[in-house]
């Protein structure tokens, strides 16, 4: 829990959370914080509350004692967006405070009042609606809508130059010592990365268009630091504002020189010709995920395939069907639309095929358009032909990737 100055009348609360599924469905394995913002002109506003997953406030008001700031002396909520994270603490704070102003969108206001039966004292903005807090600090709206939530707005201070970007531009991760990006060594970075990439895939890929529209409008503005609802602040905003826009292309790909490798075994079978399939590709010039399928969440696994150019799937056939964990991963990936890779299958059967027809359908249904190689299936155990026919088509997908990157 800490408060930062970050700008002129301007402080970041920052809480931690562990331990919990973010939408009680993706797992952070560094956690991930919650960011909410201060503006102190001659009116106070406060962007983007903070709250324990349960709708406590008490970190929240913890950390306005620390700024000596009473609860009673918020004059504004500007709500980027209502989903429960930032905006939990409204019917706490309620109780507390009787005259307040909610900033929000139009599509904002319908779900504060769906979510928390919040309909009055609520000021609906839009793109380049202004709010005069005083002391020069003019906020200036701008609309971003479904990064992530459809009501999502961006809150720009003309004062400081700080974009309040809400969930665009966010990461999972801790915020411990280092608040800003440019506190980090280009190594260290590289590791945070892995949580950006975490995020942006499992929350906002879906909405990858709507964030490249994000990213554009917010260039337009003359940012000089930009402070989202989680994770670091950024001080050189192009670099975060690049990798978002790196990353809503990847949705279409070709992604990254990568292949995220999933695979599932039932008696070993399979496994066996997936030992021998890596050792293959770890001599390969190329980035390799290795992921175990049920035993690596999807959310871990969509992660890897959201910067890889290729995938391959091995998982035996289970009851004229795919592996079960195999298929929940790719309608998972179909989801989000992860779209054209290149890939690669391969497994074991007993009584009979039927992994490829789940696969088709799969891929067909979700307009999926990954390219496969051809398919290598053999009953029961991988003898030496069975090897020899993966490794030729291993080297026919690193051949697809490397071309489609280029
Ligand atoms: Fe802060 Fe949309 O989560």
């Known amino acids: ?30 956690g991930v914080s919650l960011n909410s913002y201060i503006i102190k002109g001659e009116k106070t506003a406060i962007v983007d509350g903070v709250c324990g997953w349960d709708g406590v406030p008490e970190s929240l008001f913890a950390l306005l004692d620390k700024l000596n700031i009473n609860p009673k002396d918020i004059e504004y909520l500007i709500v980027n ?17 009787k005259n307040f102003q909610v900033v929000c969108s139009k599509k904002g206001k319908e779900l504060l009042s769906a979510f928390y039966g919040q309909t009055e004292n609520i000021t609906v903005v839009g793109e380049k609606d202004t709010l005069d807090l005083g002391n020069g600090h003019v906020i200036t709206f701008t609309e971003i809508p479904n990064v992530h939530w459809p009501d999502t707005i961006a809150a720009f201070d003309t004062l400081t130059g700080t974009l309040f970007s809400c969930d665009a531009f966010g990461s999972f991760g801790k915020l411990e010592d280092k608040i800003y990006a440019d506190q980090f060594s280009e190594e260290e970075l590289k590791e945070y990365e892995k949580d950006t990439v975490r995020y942006y895939s499992n929350i906002v890929a879906h909405f990858s268009p709507q ?46 020189k990568e292949i995220t490798f999933i695979w599932g075994s039932m008696y070993g079978m399979t496994e066996t010709a997936v030992k021998h399939a890596i050792k293959m590709l770890e001599k390969k010039d190329i980035t390799l995920h290795v992921h175990q399928v049920p035993k690596d969440s999807w959310g871990t696994v969509l992660t890897s ?86 490794s ?13 990157v280029k």
């Open 1 to 30: 829990m800490q408060v930062n100055n970050i700008a002129k009348e301007t402080y970041q609360l920052s809480v931690n959370v562990e331990n919990i599924l973010f939408e009680g469905l993706w797992e952070m394995p560094n």
């Open 81 to 97: 967006h209502v989903e429960p994270d930032h905006s939990g603490w409204i019917e706490a704070f309620k109780k507390i405070n």
């Open 211 to 256: 964030v490249k529209k994000a990213v554009a409008k917010c260039r337009e503005l003359p940012v000089k630091q930009i402070a989202p609802g989680h994770g670091l602040i950024w001080r050189e905003p192009a670099k975060i504002m690049d990798a978002y826009s790196d990353y809503a292309d990847y949705q279409k790909g070709p992604a990254r």
């Open 305 to 390: 395939a959201w910067t890889s150019t290729g995938i391959i799937v091995a998982m035996p056939t289970y009851e004229f069907k795919m592996f079960p964990p195999m298929g929940a991963v790719l309608e998972e990936l179909g989801k989000k639309k992860v779209f054209n890779r290149k890939a690669f299958r391969f497994g074991s059967y007993g009584w009979s095929g039927g992994a490829q027809r789940e696969l088709d359908e799969i891929t067909t249904r979700l307009g999926m358009n990954w390219e496969f190689v051809e398919p290598v299936e053999f009953l029961g155990k991988s003898d030496e032909e069975v090897l020899s026919k993966i």
């Open 392 to 404: 030729e088509q291993i080297d026919k997908l690193v051949s697809l990737v490397e071309e489609a």
